[in-house]
């Protein structure tokens, strides 16, 4: 299991000069993490997270992050949106290839409050083959300007 790990951090850090206090962007992908851990925490000034291809089942730890702006989470197991509704400067939100079903899309209603969210990508999950689908995510969130659930 991999975990996230100030080691960790401040090795993707190195463009930062290794600095955490002030990282605005750091890639943490394909690391086997299962949990999203210590990033609020170390990194508060970050904008940008890649999350993508990891085993993370659960969106939490991110409360701090009040400047994110992109926030990757493509590939990996997550089944409900959740605990970023303090993420206010959030704009895109990839969540590509994940597990949500159709009753998990009740949760993008946590999601009305970001208002400055404006791209949000669904493609591959379970939700997504609900012909339903890009209706009830409009009514939820209409400040969206782009969101892909479907190949087409």
């Given at each position: 299991m991999?975990?996230?790990?100030e080691?960790l951090?401040r090795?993707?850090a ?11 962007e750091?890639a943490?992908?394909?690391q ?5 851990e ?12 890649y ?11 991110l409360?701090k992050?009040?400047d ?7 590939v990996?197991n997550?089944?409900?949106?959740q605990n ?7 704009q ?10 159709k009753?998990?899309?009740l949760?993008?209603?946590?999601l009305?409050g970001?208002?400055?969210?404006r791209e949000l990508?669904?493609?591959?999950n379970?939700c997504?083959d ?9 009514a ?9 659930n479907?190949?087409?």
């Amino acid at each position: 299991m991999g975990r996230i790990t100030e080691d960790l951090i401040r090795r993707r850090a190195e463009h930062n000069e290794y600095m955490l206090s002030n990282l605005e962007e750091v890639a943490l992908h394909q690391q086997n993490i299962e949990r999203i851990e210590l990033v609020g925490q170390l990194c508060p000034k970050l904008k940008i997270l890649y999350l993508q291809n990891n085993l993370i089942s659960k969106i939490q730890n991110l409360h701090k992050l009040k400047d994110l702006q992109y926030l990757n989470l493509a590939v990996n197991n997550i089944t409900k949106i959740q605990n970023l509704q303090r993420c206010e400067s959030l704009q895109k939100l990839d969540l590509t290839i994940n597990f949500i079903p159709k009753a998990g899309l009740l949760s993008v209603a946590s999601l009305a409050g970001n208002h400055n969210l404006r791209e949000l990508f669904l493609l591959g999950n379970p939700c997504t083959d609900w012909p339903g689908t890009r209706q009830y995510v409009v009514a939820q969130m209409p400040h969206l300007q782009k969101l892909v659930n479907s190949r087409g």
